[in-house]
């Protein structure tokens, strides 16, 4: 039981460049979530999915997408990268929705764009 | 919108001194209330969560926290804290209403031991 794992854990992007993060969960969670989190911000909700097939804005969502073909998966991509798109990546996931349970995080995706 | 206030941005107490990291929040129901840690260079371990009833919850490494409705306050207290205890502490809110789901967080407490 791995938990909730990101790939990869650190990337260097040139302005432009596109990339996919992965996110991977095998604790069968129906809700899963894409947060950045920056100096002296805390978190910040990017996008999440509330089960296969569905997601929705959160709070920064401009700049990614994400899909979440299989369950266990919540893909995030960059299409463009900025530098403002500097930040560390957490995914997490959780049975119910809207902090009814625990979130659960991975370990985290640093990502820096020159 | 609701939203999460944690005022010290640094802490710095004596091992074995007691702890309290303050949390307040702004919303118009009492949401879910939780606190997180994150260890340097590691994602986030849930430590307590208040979602209804006891007021002062029991968590995880000797930390407990207390719910004031109130001061709409949730603030996080351990009575003798180790040097393991460095880390960043976060409190975190979640929306039992309407919305977007996900949780708010504070911008978190950073906790120095002295030894």
């Known amino acids: 039981n791995a938990g909730v794992t990101q790939t990869p854990k650190f990337r260097v992007l040139k302005t432009g460049q596109s990339m996919t993060l992965l996110c991977a969960q095998d604790?069968?969670?129906?809700?899963m979530y894409w947060y950045r989190q920056d100096p002296g911000m805390g978190l910040r909700l990017i996008h999440y999915s509330v089960g296969e097939g569905t997601t929705a804005k959160g709070e920064v969502p401009d700049g990614y997408n994400v899909s979440r073909l299989k369950k266990q998966n919540f893909l995030l991509g960059l299409e463009s990268a900025a530098p403002s798109q500097t930040s560390v990546y957490f995914c997490a996931s959780g049975f119910l929705g809207r902090g009814r349970d625990t979130q659960y995080f991975g370990p985290g995706t640093r990502l820096t764009v020159l | 919108a609701q939203s999460v206030t944690q005022p010290d941005i640094h802490i710095t107490v004596s091992e074995g001194a007691s702890l309290e990291l303050r949390c307040n929040y702004s919303y118009g129901a009492t949401p879910y209330l939780f606190w997180y840690v994150q260890s340097p260079g590691q994602g986030l371990q849930l430590l307590l969560k208040y979602f209804s009833g006891d007021t002062l919850v029991q968590g995880i490494k000797g930390f407990e926290a207390e719910f004031k409705r109130s001061q709409s306050s949730f603030n996080l207290r351990k009575p003798s804290v180790h040097w393991s205890d460095a880390a960043e502490y976060f409190c975190a809110v979640g929306d039992p209403g309407g919305g977007a789901d996900g949780l708010t967080f504070g911008k978190g407490t950073h906790l120095i031991i002295q030894p």
């Open positions: 604790m069968n969670h129906e809700y």
